[in-house]
């Protein structure tokens, strides 16, 4: 204090020779201890982890959330482990017949093994990425996009094709301590460039499906008549058209006076023999209503009378 002022105060003067050694010694260590005391101190958020190193090497995990103590003298890196999912762009690939696509997937992974994601590879997303299009690629490569003319397994099987998706990328992603719960394709289409030839053959191929379903419903109605009819017309007239079509030409006729004469007598022929074969397939039904009408004066029907 100022002699001035212990003058004033009325205190007695005292002289001052500073701190000593021993009181700055207690300062600097109450100054570490604060120091190491909040320094140490962290806030743990839920779904998220640090990993503890101490000059490059490992010292292990904190899961914890709330006010967590950690030594300052660890370096902490924070980690996400929470359930994620990743939409990936359009990427490019083939299908087993060299076709280009567009191919979309979703993923989703979660982190298992935190030390393995975070030392044993430099950026676990970006290795988790270049590893979803590499599987993809593999996977797509094995089947055809689409199949016109059959009926063989194809990509637009999107369980069978998210199954195998998913089996691969687990297992590249196994040792980085991912895990890999879904990989699904969200879109598989054609590439721009080829996609409208594509749609094309897409409609002819169906077009074509319908027209043998078609002919498939037609002959099955028709079968039954037309194999009675074929049964029954003779041989001869089939060789007599069968020997038409051979000499003859714009459909199978003859040309020239000898021609139309022996294409009338086929077709004649032909008409004649339809006939001889409808009359005899209807003949039990005459006979039946021969039979019915000479019965008539002992069965007193509608129809007798009114004759």
């Known amino acids: 204090m100022p002699v001035r002022a212990a003058e004033l105060l009325g205190l007695p003067l005292r002289p001052y020779h500073g701190i000593g050694l021993g009181t700055w010694a207690?300062?600097?260590?109450?100054?570490?201890?604060?120091?190491?005391?909040?320094?140490?101190?962290?806030?743990?958020?839920?779904?998220?982890?640090?990993?503890?190193?101490?000059?490059?090497?490992?010292?292990?995990t904190v899961r914890r959330s709330g006010l967590v103590w950690v030594s300052p003298l660890l370096l902490r890196?924070?980690?996400?482990?929470?359930?994620?999912?990743?939409?990936?762009?359009?990427?490019?690939?083939?299908?087993?017949?060299?076709?280009?696509?567009?191919?979309?997937?979703?993923?989703?992974?979660?982190?298992?093994?935190?030390?393995?994601?975070?030392?044993?590879?430099?950026?676990?997303?970006?290795y988790l990425r270049e590893q979803v299009e590499a599987a993809m690629a593999r996977v797509l490569s094995q089947l055809p996009a689409d199949a016109f003319h059959d009926t063989a397994p194809t990509l637009r099987d999107a369980e069978a094709v998210g199954d195998a998706l998913t089996r691969m990328l687990a297992a590249e992603a196994a040792p980085v301590g991912i895990d890999i719960f879904s990989a699904q394709p969200t879109r598989i289409e054609y590439a721009p460039e080829i996609a409208a030839a594509m749609r094309r053959r897409q409609v002819a191929a169906l077009d074509a499906r319908?027209?043998?379903?078609?002919?498939?419903?037609?002959?099955?109605?028709?079968?039954?008549?037309?194999?009675?009819?074929?049964?029954?017309?003779?041989?001869?007239?089939?060789?007599?058209?069968?020997?038409?079509?051979r000499e003859g030409s714009d459909g199978g006729l003859l040309h020239g006076a000898w021609g139309g004469s022996v294409n009338a007598f086929v077709i004649g022929l032909d008409m004649f023999m339809s006939r001889q074969y409808i009359g005899t397939w209807s003949r039990p039904h005459n006979m039946r209503a021969r039979h019915s009408s000479q019965n008539c004066p002992h069965v007193q029907e509608p129809a007798c009378e009114t004759k």
């Not at 979309?104 to 935190?114: E, H």
């Open 77 to 126: 890196r924070r980690i996400d482990v929470r359930l994620r999912h990743w939409r990936s762009e359009p990427m490019d690939a083939v299908d087993a017949n060299g076709v280009a696509l567009r191919v979309v997937v979703l993923v989703v992974w979660q982190i298992r093994d935190t030390a393995r994601a975070m030392l044993a590879v430099e950026d676990h997303t970006q």
């Open 26 to 60: 207690a300062l600097a260590v109450l100054v570490l201890v604060v120091m190491v005391a909040f320094g140490g101190l962290g806030r743990g958020r839920a779904g998220y982890a640090w990993v503890l190193s101490l000059f490059g090497d490992y010292r292990g």
């Open 210 to 245: 319908q027209r043998d379903s078609h002919a498939v419903v037609g002959g099955g109605r028709g079968g039954r008549h037309g194999d009675a009819a074929d049964r029954a017309r003779p041989r001869g007239a089939g060789r007599l058209r069968a020997q038409g079509a």
